[in-house]
């Protein structure tokens, strides 16, 4: 799957077309979370993903392994995003937290759309925004936040054994898990991963808001 002019038109057209579902929440907490289409570029170093040779066009969606000094999720897979300030749009929060966390500066019409919000464990409320990221070259992952970036395709988040799910303590509740070589993302970034993978590559309307988290993501 190459980033092009298509892909982009087609993941602006399906959220277009997709009904979000937003939740109610305080001001205090409301985050907002980038979802941003690049190029695969050197690939990523994780393990069971094989790194290209060379540069590569292939679609790939940014993401990153948040600090090991952290107080909350030191070490998870994360996507850039972070807290909507006073005044702030959701689509806003999430192009400042891509270059406040990674060095990206885009501008407002590199926006393509929004997901489902997801409610997290410990009470935010994550709005997810999609967005065309390029060719996204030089980056520079904030040492306070972010300890490495990786470029991962598009279509590893397309594999017949996504999601893995498991029981919770809730009863109608399963906990969600994104595969991604030969480890796996958990919840609420695998929510959002899993979400746009199927509004906006598989073209189904998917909705996510009932998956839970492992208990270790919950903190």
Avoid at 115 to 144: E, H
Avoid at 177 to 188: C, E, N, Q, T, Y
Wanted: net charge negative; charged share 25%.
């Amino acid at each position: 799957m190459q980033l092009d002019d298509a892909l982009r038109e087609q993941v602006r057209a399906r959220l277009a077309g997709f009904a979000v579902q937003r939740a109610p929440h305080g001001p205090e907490h409301a985050a907002a979370v980038a979802v941003a289409l690049a190029e695969e570029g050197d690939g990523a170093e994780v393990d069971g993903l094989a790194r290209p040779a060379a540069w590569s066009p292939a679609a790939a969606l940014l993401l990153t392994r948040r600090s090991a000094h952290l107080n909350n999720h030191a070490g998870q897979w994360a996507l850039p995003g972070g807290r909507i300030d006073a005044g702030e749009t959701a689509e806003a929060a999430a192009l400042r937290e891509l270059q406040e966390e990674i060095g990206l500066q885009l501008g407002a019409d590199s926006v393509l759309g929004t997901l489902d919000d997801f409610v997290t464990r410990s009470g935010f409320v994550i709005t997810p925004v999609v967005v065309w990221a390029g060719a996204a070259r030089g980056l520079v992952p904030n040492p306070d936040e972010v300890a490495a970036v990786h470029r991962i395709r598009v279509e590893e988040f397309m594999r017949t054994d996504a999601p893995l799910l498991e029981p919770s303590e809730d009863p109608g509740r399963e906990i969600l898990r994104m595969p991604v070589g030969r480890s796996w993302i958990a919840a609420p970034t695998a929510a959002v991963l899993y979400q746009f993978r199927e509004v906006c590559i598989a073209g189904r309307a998917t909705r996510v808001a009932h998956f839970d988290q492992p208990l270790f993501a919950r903190r």
